[in-house]
């Protein structure tokens, strides 16, 4: 085979193992060098065709008061619902934005969110998530707050268990975090 | 010279058939053996021995599998990951190395190299529990696979990509309410590669597929963002009819014709036949305007020779006969003529065809 078919199949097959690598990259990194921290959550067990059991998490800290809020993210929350459902400045405040809660260890060693804002903190743990800011008018002076954490995979049909486990309580999920990036490692009944 | 390897049937033929030219004076001695003599008989396994090697090759992939399967939540992320990537470089290497020896074996090869490329991408993700849809998984895997596609020219792993970029542009567009920009710009190099292969048919009919899908989501997407769209539905079916319009006109390789044209009259029915209805335009006139400008075009395809176009008018018939007839007319009368419009038009068909009339025109 020719040097330039040869050079053609090489960069090919190098084509899967790039992405596969690309993939990786930011979960491995925060899994050997990220800080471990413990939220709590609320597992709901449903199923996956392609990835397999897993359970959802519905996580305490996706849910934020006003008040934690910085000045700024208040200002572009929505104060009523729009008239129309025509493309207008109104509807750019219901569109999703990132957003970096900062995270702090109560006494029991759980973290909860101190503040989030709109710019990403230069120090500190902290987790990057969407705000949805259609919520603040759902429930009273709260909004909801998405981040990448949001299921776990377990071994398979052990889902339903979990759940039924964490149905009198709440369970708490052991993440690794580094700069506003978390790879989920346990989640366990409280 | 090399000589040419071929089975030991197919010698022999060779040697009986170049025996009797000798005899019949059309060759020379010398000619049929030097005829002969550029053939060799290519040394086959017994199809026993071959039925046992390849038996046992599944026996042991499968054993390997289950003890992966049945160890995997036992193994750690490390020992997962050198295992998936492993396994990829190690088949896809294979398939490499016996692609001459081997054809079609290095080609079996691949398409398991594709199957555990998608495979790792998914079980990466459950590793590291990654969030969100799978709609991302399934356009990584198109990318990665489409370079294979090209290298090999196959039809088979570029309709499977095709495939994996619809869905990803269906779930994509669903969930997030964005065009999949990703799959129109591989529009372009598929239609490249559709080109260095001389034009696949399925491979063409795919890619028209996916560029229809493309269609009706930016015109579900436009219809979403601008107006109320229960009231404008009419565009996402017009916009298919179009594009049906355009696939029936634009100028395709002949050896295409048959095809393009069949996909483009399904396109024109299916989109015309969900134009045809009251609700759908939400306007009296434009929806009569539309059904007689319709069947009239059906008349015009008919008279150009078209039989794939009298099915559809007399599907057309039908549906404004049981629409108009359903509620007034007794229902084993509305069968009846039902069957009559049916038999009059296998009548029509076989009487254009008999005459000439190509299926797509």
Same mark, same amino acid.
């Given at each position: 085979?020719?040097?330039p078919?040869q050079?053609?199949?090489w960069?090919?097959?190098s ?6 690598a690309?993939m990786?990259?930011?979960?491995i990194?925060?899994?050997?060098s ?6 709590? !959550?609320q %597992?709901?067990?449903?199923?996956d &065709?392609f990835?397999?059991?897993?359970v959802?998490?519905? /996580? =305490?800290i @996706?849910? $934020? ?8 993210i ?29 995270l702090k260890?109560?006494e ?5 969110v101190?503040?989030v804002?709109l !710019?990403? %903190?230069?120090?500190?743990?902290? &987790?990057?998530g969407?705000?949805?800011p259609?919520?603040? /008018? =759902?429930? @009273?002076k $709260? ?12 071994p398979?049909n052990?889902?339903?268990e ?13 993440a690794?975090?580094k700069?506003?990036?978390a ?8 | 010279?090399?000589k ?10 060779q ?7 000798i ?6 001695k010398?000619?049929?053996k030097?005829?002969?003599?550029s053939?060799e ?7 026993f021995?071959?039925?046992v ?17 049945s160890?995997?939540a036992?193994m750690?992320n490390?020992?997962?990951?050198v295992l998936?990537?492993?396994s ?10 016996i692609e001459?020896?081997h ?12 199957l555990?490329y ?12 990654f969030?969100?849809e799978?709609?991302q ?9 489409l370079g294979?596609?090209?290298?090999l ?7 499977f990509?095709i495939g994996?970029l619809?869905s990803?542009?269906?779930?994509f567009?669903v969930?997030?309410s964005?065009f ?6 591989l529009?372009l ?6 080109y260095?292969m001389k034009?696949s ?6 890619t ?5 899908t493309?269609?009706?989501?930016s015109?579900?997407?436009?219809l979403?963002?601008?107006t ?9 079916f ?12 634009a100028p ?9 044209r069949l996909?483009?009259?399904v396109?024109?029915a ?20 539309f059904s007689?400008g ?15 176009n009298?099915?559809?008018?007399s599907g057309?018939?039908?549906r ?5 007839s359903?509620?007034f ?8 003529v039902?069957g ?6 296998g ?8 005459k000439?009339?190509?299926?797509h025109e």
């Amino acid at each position: 085979m020719n040097k330039p078919k040869q050079i053609k199949r090489w960069i090919v097959y190098s084509i899967p193992f790039l992405f596969l690598a690309g993939m990786s990259v930011k979960p491995i990194a925060t899994v050997v060098s990220g800080e471990i921290i413990t939220l709590h !959550t609320q %597992p709901i067990d449903p199923r996956d &065709l392609f990835r397999g059991d897993h359970v959802l998490l519905d /996580l =305490e800290i @996706e849910t $934020v008061p006003y008040q934690k809020l910085s000045k700024a993210i208040q200002e572009r929350l929505p104060d009523s619902e729009p008239e129309s459902s025509k493309i207008s400045d109104e509807e750019q405040s219901w569109e999703k934005f990132e957003v970096y809660s900062i995270l702090k260890e109560k006494e029991n060693g759980i973290y909860e969110v101190e503040a989030v804002k709109l !710019t990403k %903190p230069e120090t500190g743990i902290f &987790l990057k998530g969407e705000l949805e800011p259609w919520t603040a /008018l =759902e429930k @009273e002076k $709260v909004v909801t707050i998405q981040y990448d954490i949001d299921r776990y995979f377990v071994p398979e049909n052990t889902g339903k268990e979990l759940e039924k486990q964490s149905n009198a309580g709440k369970a708490l999920v052991k993440a690794k975090v580094k700069d506003g990036y978390a790879v989920v490692q346990e989640v366990v009944p409280e | 010279m090399e000589k040419r390897k071929i089975g030991k049937e197919q010698y022999q033929w060779q040697s009986k058939e170049i025996e009797h030219f000798i005899e019949t004076g059309i060759l020379k001695k010398e000619q049929g053996k030097e005829i002969l003599g550029s053939y060799e008989i290519e040394q086959k396994q017994s199809l026993f021995l071959r039925f046992v090697l390849s038996f046992g090759a599944i026996l042991l992939g499968l054993g390997v599998l289950s003890f992966i399967a049945s160890n995997w939540a036992e193994m750690s992320n490390v020992w997962k990951y050198v295992l998936l990537l492993s396994s990829l470089a190690i088949t896809f290497g294979v398939a490499w190395r016996i692609e001459i020896e081997h054809p079609k074996t290095s080609r079996a090869l691949h398409y398991l190299g594709i199957l555990i490329y998608g495979a790792s991408i998914f079980l990466i993700g459950q590793m590291f529990h990654f969030s969100g849809e799978n709609y991302q998984a399934f356009l990584i895997w198109a990318l990665g696979s489409l370079g294979v596609g090209y290298l090999l020219k196959d039809k088979w792993i570029l309709l499977f990509v095709i495939g994996l970029l619809i869905s990803y542009s269906i779930d994509f567009s669903v969930m997030t309410s964005t065009f999949p920009m990703p799959t129109l710009l591989l529009i372009l190099p598929l239609v490249y590669i559709n080109y260095e292969m001389k034009w696949s048919r399925l491979v063409t009919i795919a890619t028209n597929l996916l560029a229809l899908t493309l269609t009706y989501i930016s015109v579900a997407l436009l219809l979403e963002k601008t107006t109320h769209h229960s009231e404008s539905f009419y565009w996402l079916f017009l916009a298919g009819f179009i594009f049906g319009l355009v696939l029936l006109l634009a100028p395709v390789p002949k050896h295409l014709e048959l095809w393009i044209r069949l996909q483009a009259n399904v396109i024109l029915a299916v989109n015309g036949f969900v134009l045809t209805f009251e609700d759908v335009w939400g306007n009296e006139m434009a929806f009569i305007a539309f059904s007689l400008g319709y069947m009239l075009f059906v008349f015009i395809l008919i008279k150009r020779g078209s039989l794939i176009n009298i099915l559809i008018l007399s599907g057309l018939v039908l549906r404004f006969y049981v629409d108009i007839s359903f509620d007034f007319m007794p229902k084993s009368l509305i069968f009846i003529v039902a069957g009559l419009v049916l038999l009059i038009t296998g009548y029509f068909f076989e009487k254009k065809r008999r005459k000439g009339g190509g299926l797509h025109e």
